[in-house]
Structure formats: structure tokens, C-alpha cells
């Protein structure tokens, strides 16, 4: 069972805005030669890479906050269930109705899951290819 510590650390870091795999995603992308905007706010969900001219956006999203769905994305806290089922339920709402507009005004999309970000070597192959096709 976790931990509350590790619960409130959990917590922590799904809430802020430059998460640790955001921030991994862009320094490697960065280190590959890309240049990129943050969280244009103009845009539906926000998304955390944002390439203009190439009308290309990168979202990063945590497994748990999200709700991907892997082994993390399952794992609901055991206090207040029904309040982050209902609030990741939300989320994911949120996510496809941003990729759908934004699908819809010519964007092309890349979601990166946390759970995928540990190989450095296959990130780096997706993220050029999603870039350079
Ligand atoms: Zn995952």
C-alpha cells in the first residue's frame, strides 16, 4: 500500500505544470536541435510542445492523471476513490475533446505517456519521426 508521503508526492507532482516526464521530453527534444512553445494557452489542452510552423503539438501526460491505461493509470489512492475516478474520468474527457479540436483545425498530434519515456533511444526515434516524417 503506499505511503501517504508517497501519495502526497504523487500528488504533487501530477498537479504542476512542468512535470518531471515534461520537462524530460523537452530536453531531449531540445538537445535533438527542435525549437518549441510552451503551453500556448490560445490552444485546446494547452499542450506542453508546441512546434507552429510545422502545426505540430506534443502532449505529455502522467499515466495516473491522466488515466492511460497501463499498470500506473490503474492505480487509484484508496482514500477517496470515487473523487479521482470521477476526477481522472473528467480528465480524459477533457484530453480527447482537446486533441479532437485541435485535430479538427489541422494540428497533428503526439501523446507520450510517462510509462514510455524510459528509453531514451526509442523516444528520440518517435519524437523525430513524428517531426520529420
Ligand atoms: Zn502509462
Known amino acids: 500500500m503506499e505511503s ?10 501530477v498537479k504542476s505544470e512542468d512535470t518531471a516526464p515534461e520537462l524530460l521530453v523537452r530536453s531531449l527534444t531540445h ?6 512553445r510552451l503551453h500556448r494557452k490560445d490552444l485546446p489542452g494547452k499542450p506542453d510542445l508546441v512546434f507552429p510552423g510545422r ?8 499515466c495516473f492523471w491522466h488515466g492511460h491505461d497501463c499498470a500506473r493509470g490503474a492505480r487509484v489512492p484508496k482514500s477517496n476513490r470515487e473523487y479521482w475516478t470521477k476526477k481522472i474520468a473528467r480528465n480524459k474527457k477533457r484530453d480527447r475533446a482537446a486533441c479532437s479540436a485541435l485535430t479538427l483545425s489541422g ?3 503526439l501523446i507520450l ?3 514510455e519515456l524510459a528509453d531514451e533511444r526509442r523516444l528520440k526515434a518517435q519524437v523525430r519521426k513524428f517531426l520529420n516524417p
Do not use: N
Not at 55 to 62: E, L, N, S
Open 113 to 115: 505517456w510517462e510509462c
Open 107 to 109: 494540428w497533428t498530434l
Open 55 to 62: 502545426r505540430k503539438a506534443i502532449f505529455v501526460h502522467g
Open 31 to 36: 538537445r535533438m536541435g527542435y525549437r518549441f
Open 4 to 13: 501517504p508521503e508517497v501519495r502526497r508526492r504523487t500528488m504533487q507532482a
